[in-house]
């Protein structure tokens, strides 16, 4: 039973860490909204953490709804199939319009001062994220649940969650602090337009490419 219960958690962990690093929408719009925005890097590390939790606690309610009501009061695949393609549509959405955003800073340069729009930005992000569905953590809230198990459940989703936010805040630093180390270009009226195709490079890739 111990064993049982070291595997589950480790599999927690390493689905949390891989299937963040394997979705690239995960760490890529707060890097490029990050950089763009000139955010330190705290408030990209506060963004990021905050939708992220938002991400994984989305989806473990509808989890442990799934697993106390039961398939036949709550029909799990339909909500999955509403969320995936509603989050890569918002963020194409965001990303498609704050490319506009980019191009048109780009062409006024420096004749017009830049409004102040990181908190709304922000807010997007916590909200697209929230709504995308996060697959990996169903099955791992089945198996405790077989067992009626309620430590496990707790514990399975403490893992996932810390290691899913964790990964995500990792990649985070370490996308800024290698942009960091790049010569220094003169191209910063571009980096809003940059930031934009970034974000809408990931949105394509949730709805198409399936990452």
Known sequence: MFSDHIILYTTAALLGVTHTLLGPDHYIPFIALGKARR???KRTITVTTLSGLGHVLSSILIGLLLVFLGKEFLNF???EKLRAPLAGWLL???GVAYTLYGVRHAWLKRNQTESDTSSS???LLFIIFALGPCEPLIPL???PAATISTASLVAVCSIFTL????TMCVTVVAGCKSIDLLPKLRVSHLAHAFAGGAITSCAVGMLFLGL
């Open 39 to 41: 955010w330190s890097l």
């Open 77 to 79: 695949e339909a909500i």
């Open 92 to 94: 194409f959405g965001f």
């Open 121 to 123: 930005a922000s807010w």
């Open 141 to 143: 809230l089945m198996t």
């Open 163 to 166: 290691f899913t936010v964790s």
